[in-house]
């Protein structure tokens, strides 16, 4: 029930607020006013809380850093090469999986530093399996970047390496 920044307690009060209050509430007439805008001030707060994670992500992990140019890299060349629909979806999905996992593997690498300081055997497994599952992805992120440009390039080299034989 706790979102990243409230503390457990203050679910508590919450739930606790409830429980007290076992006769039914009357709602005023601004009382739904009031809790949808509350809703709405809590997801919008969400967003912000996601968009700091993305920032540390990207300011801190040398790795996503690598995964952004690239990714940029295959956009610019998906403009270049005037790719279509499917091939932008394909592109889409790969980069994003990337990042994803990505932001998992370091989610995960921070959580087991937090909880074991020192070495232990699950906790190595642990980072290897989401360091492998980032692996994979760029595996495939390569291999998606390969079918949808290497025909695209090999039509731009392949005169120019004709000419030079």
Known sequence: MATNHQSPAADRQTVAGYRMSGATRLRTASAPRRSSVRWVQRRLRSFLFAFAGI?????????????????????????????????WLALALTITLVLAAEGVNTAVEAVVDLVTPGFHPLAKIAKDVAAGTVLLTAIGAVAVGVIVFLPRLWTLVAPLIQGAI
């Open 55 to 87: 920032g540390h992500l990207l300011r801190t992990q040398g790795n996503a850093q690598i995964h952004v140019v690239a990714g940029s890299v295959a956009i610019v060349l998906g403009f270049f090469f005037n790719i279509d629909r499917g091939e």
